[in-house]
């Protein structure tokens, strides 16, 4: 079993920064997919971006690609740096791992088998 815990939510201007963090317990992740989705009102929860620290991979939404950046520096704690928000942005955010796998979809929330209980961001 995974423990995920997220902080670093808020409410922030547009044009403004947030840094989202989960901290993972209860296994190691060094074999996991680390991602971040996200659901804002009246919508799906999407993926927004996935690290594998394995092999240092990335994935990102293309709404979000060239603002958000995710990292996974220490191993336990994995990042997202929220630069140059827009309203849009506004939702919940939430932490999940998933185990690697050969057919893995690393920003499908289907995939994904141990998730935080997410952290509001909101953008004016």
């Known amino acids: 079993q995974v423990q995920l815990v997220e902080s670093g939510g808020g409410s922030v201007q547009a044009g403004g920064s947030l840094r989202l963090s989960c901290a993972a317990s209860?296994?190691?992740?060094?074999?996991?997919?680390m991602g971040w989705f996200r659901q804002g009102p009246g919508k799906e929860r999407e993926g927004v971006a996935a690290?594998?620290?394995?092999?240092?991979?990335t994935e990102y939404a293309d709404s979000v690609k060239g603002r958000f950046t995710v990292s996974q520096p220490g191993g336990t704690t994995v990042y997202l740096q929220m630069n140059n928000l827009k309203p849009e942005d506004t939702a919940i955010y939430y932490c999940?791992?998933?185990?690697?796998?050969?057919?893995?979809?690393?920003?499908?929330?289907?995939?994904?088998?141990?998730w935080g209980q997410g952290t509001q961001v909101t953008v004016s």
């Open positions: 209860g296994h190691s992740i060094s074999r996991y997919y």
């Open positions: 999940a791992a998933a185990p690697l796998w050969p057919g893995i979809q690393a920003l499908s929330v289907n995939d994904y088998n141990y």
């Open positions: 690290i594998f620290a394995g092999d240092g991979h």
